[in-house]
T-cell receptor, first 114, second 115 residues
């Protein structure tokens, strides 16, 4: 069975600063994908970044990057130069092999202080 | 192009009533997913459809829940004899194919409140 754990229910960051959101996962699959989704108050889930487990290089998308530690089963999200629009709930998720469903963590509510 | 749309946006119903929630996926997407987001259970998978294959219903919480997808496009999630624990946001997502490398695009959800 797959599990995803986010241990930070809430985080806060000053505008223009950097923040890191933590996520750990567990899976017995060798082929899996990891994701960070953003959910603003509009409820629309938006994919922020994706990491394929077979790739050693950490994924990066503009101000968003991940620290993927495969042996430790850790997948943290770093947001650089935080902006007010980054304020949202962030969900870590996994998807393994032939399983087509996403398994989500409990989320981290990020506040950005001006 | 148009994204995933869901209707209604909000639904309030009385305990014991049946409700239908609708999802219009992105045109051409063959895979469609339903998830439920509730305070007690977080985000959980309910069911997914891939083309003409039998749906994966492994996440449906009880036999009061059912879903269908007509013509490989629009999907309806039906909850019979609603209970207060069914109150949640129901999210629909679609992707070009049901494979991990394809992104799932989410709709804005339907907030269901059972009174």
């Amino acid at each position: 069975a797959q599990t995803v754990t986010q241990s930070q229910p809430e985080m806060s960051v000053q505008e223009a600063e950097t923040v890191t959101l933590s996520c750990t996962y567990d899976t017995s699959e060798s082929d899996y994908y990891l994701f960070w989704y953003k959910q603003p108050p509009s409820r629309q889930m938006i994919l922020v970044i994706r990491q394929e487990a077979y790739k050693q290089q950490n994924a990066t998308e503009n101000r968003f990057s991940v620290n993927f530690q495969k042996a430790a089963k850790s997948f943290s999200l770093k947001i650089s130069d935080s902006q007010l629009g980054d304020a949202a709930m962030y969900f870590c998720a996994s998807r393994a092999g032939a399983t087509n469903k996403l398994i989500f963590g409990t989320g981290t509510l990020l506040a950005v202080q001006p | 192009g148009a994204g995933v749309s869901q209707s209604p946006s909000n639904k309030v119903t009385e305990k014991g009533k049946d409700v239908e929630l609708r999802c219009d996926p992105i045109s051409g997407h063959t895979a469609l997913y339903w998830y439920r987001q509730s305070l007690g259970q977080g985000l959980e998978f309910l069911i997914y459809f891939q083309g003409n294959s039998a749906p994966d219903k492994s996440g449906l919480p009880s036999d009061r829940f059912s879903a269908e997808r007509t013509g490989g496009s629009v999907s309806t999630l039906t909850i019979q004899r609603t209970q207060q624990e069914d109150s949640a946001v129901y999210l629909c997502a679609s992707s070009p194919l049901a494979a991990p490398r394809y992104e799932q695009y989410f709709g804005p959800g339907t907030r269901l409140t059972v009174t």
